[in-house]
């Protein structure tokens, strides 16, 4: 292709369609892009390298992960920290190639004599990302599908992994996926392969469920202020459960306060968390309101994860990055995990003077999470009690990114004009188009419930297959409608899940995929349902009959 890049993995992508100019609308400059790309064909010349092989081990896996999670959107801007990746994917795969292993059987054979781990060099050779892009349209959604979903499950392998959790099917098929993506393919022999992204990534969710509740403890029903207290404090964003604890740790008798952002909001829910008194509250709301939020507060920000937006220079001395996420010039916490910098700087610049209230977009003044799976199941009776007398009609699973691109603002009126005998069930960064209203109870539940964050879909799918139980149906026979946000890989992820799952009607918005070519939109149409959004009123009318 003659475009200085090609990307189009995000929601926001230039005109629906792509970005192909020197820089792409998340910021990403086209030699980023280009480095990333480089990446993933690195990563599928080690999964060659491994095509075989019993147990690659602890250390392929955690390459490939951190190297699909590098590749997401708003994660990393700095070429060098890449490049370096890149360099580590190639030693991984000499490495590999080198040692004597015990193959296991698959489809090719060492040759005679061989004592690595592949039968020739050619097959292990980094892979052209590039050919990707210029495939026939059908193939290439479809091996666009596979990697983007693989790229969103390597985020939630990597937090498990962060908390001691891994899953050996798990961490076989990122090389099974990326191998695929290299392979010639037709429409037939690759479908499967997309639902069976969606079939791993629900045992990745239930692995960094088990992993998030047996380390910080069952998620509880909290009210979570929005007021920043006078003095020195720090603001976490990003989805790493680890990095905050290993803050709150380090900030303890310091005399700064910690507060959260974005999708670090459901940290307030875990007990082992909610313990350390300094964790405070929660600042802003969704990612993209950064650059704005961030202007002027006078404290250091540290983000743990995507999503990320080129910092401005306002506050750019602030910005403090950890794992995978990185932008040049900005200050890198390593592995070693000394935060120190970032506790000196909240000190240095003190906060504010006086106590702050602030609200969220529809001018509320506190939220509330900690409504996971663990706290509905634990009131199921009282629940399908509910829904037996009428006093729940139906429920609304309300979910998703939030982004920039106009026309998100539905969402806040969607909820809005859903009827009072309604719940909506809510989860991921999407939830502050509407976290702050108020919309009442039904019998003791809030009609807001905020189940967590966007790995927590897992949470939300164990309560729809428990309701569909308990109701003797299936969970498409639920009074139950998915109305979908998406911007990046993780939403690719769940959406395949939900498809595995063979879950219909899902409504997704606010514009649909550019990698899903007509074809497959349409496969998609006709055998799930699947449909955009329209306006709250005409969707709300569809999907309550």
Not at 16 to 25: E, F, H, K, L, Y
Not at 55 to 77: A, H, K, M, Q
Not at 169 to 196: C, M, W, Y
Request: net charge negative; glycine share 10%; proline share 5%.
């Amino acid at each position: 292709m003659d475009q200085k890049m090609f990307c189009y993995q995000c929601e926001q992508t230039a005109g629906c369609a792509g970005c192909t100019g020197s820089t792409g609308v998340c910021g990403k400059t086209a030699e980023t892009a280009r480095l990333q790309d480089q990446l993933v064909g690195a990563m599928i010349g080690l999964a060659r390298a491994a095509e075989g092989v019993e147990c690659p081990g602890d250390r392929v896996y955690r390459t490939v992960i951190e190297g699909l999670f590098t590749t997401l959107t708003n994660v990393s801007f700095d070429d060098d920290a890449i490049r370096a990746q890149i360099e580590k994917t190639h030693r991984e795969k000499e490495r590999l190639l080198a040692a004597p292993v015990k193959k296991s059987a698959g489809p090719r054979e060492k040759a005679a004599g061989e004592s690595g781990a592949a039968a020739s060099v050619q097959d292990t050779d980094d892979y052209n990302l590039g050919l990707l892009w210029d495939m026939d349209p059908d193939i290439r959604s479809l091996k666009s599908l596979i990697l983007f979903g693989l790229k969103g499950m390597a985020a939630y392998a990597y937090h498990a992994l962060m908390l001691g959790a891994s899953d050996e099917t798990v961490n076989q098929f990122f090389l099974t996926g990326l191998r695929e993506i290299a392979k010639d393919g037709t429409v037939e022999s690759l479908l499967p392969t997309v639902l069976k992204v969606g079939e791993v990534n629900l045992t990745c969710m239930a692995m960094l469920d088990a992993a998030n509740t047996g380390t910080y403890g069952t998620p509880i029903p909290v009210s979570v202020p929005l007021v920043v207290e006078r003095g020195p404090f720090i603001v976490v964003t990003g989805h790493d459960l680890k990095d905050l604890e290993l803050l709150l740790k380090q900030t303890e008798g310091k005399g700064v306060n910690i507060y959260t952002h974005g999708e670090m909001l459901p940290v307030h829910a875990y007990p082992e968390l909610r313990k350390y008194p300094q964790l405070k509250g929660n600042f802003g709301t969704a990612w993209q309101n950064q650059q704005k939020e961030f202007a002027d507060i006078p404290a250091p920000i540290l983000f743990t994860t995507n999503c990320l937006m080129p910092p401005k220079k306002s506050y750019a001395d602030r910005v403090f990055t950890t794992e995978v996420v990185a932008y040049p010039g900005m200050v890198h916490i390593d592995d070693e995990k000394d935060f120190t910098p970032v506790i000196e700087k909240a000190l240095e610049l003190g906060g504010y003077q006086e106590d702050r209230q602030f609200t969220g977009i529809n001018g509320g003044t506190q939220v509330m999470t900690g409504f996971g799976h663990g706290t509905i199941l634990s009131m199921a009776d009282q629940v399908i009690d509910a829904v037996k007398s009428g006093a729940i009609r139906h429920f609304f699973l309300v979910a998703g990114c939030d982004g920039a691109k106009p026309g998100r603002n539905y969402y806040t009126d969607f909820v809005k004009q859903t009827p009072a005998d309604s719940l909506v069930l809510t989860l991921a960064c999407g939830k502050f188009r509407f976290n702050d209203l108020d919309l009442g109870n039904i019998g003791g539940l809030p009609r807001i419930m905020d189940m967590g964050q966007c790995n927590d879909a897992y949470g939300a799918i164990k309560v729809a297959m428990a309701l569909a139980e308990a109701f003797g149906c299936g969970v498409n026979e639920l009074p139950l409608s998915f109305v979908l946000s998406w911007y990046e890989q993780k939403a690719v992820c769940i959406l395949l899940t939900l498809l595995h799952l063979g879950i219909r009607n899902i409504r997704l918005g606010p514009s649909l995929p550019a990698f899903l070519s007509p074809n497959i939109l349409n496969f998609l149409v006709e055998n799930y349902g699947i449909g955009p959004v329209t306006t709250p009123e005409e969707d709300l009318k569809a999907l309550l009959g």
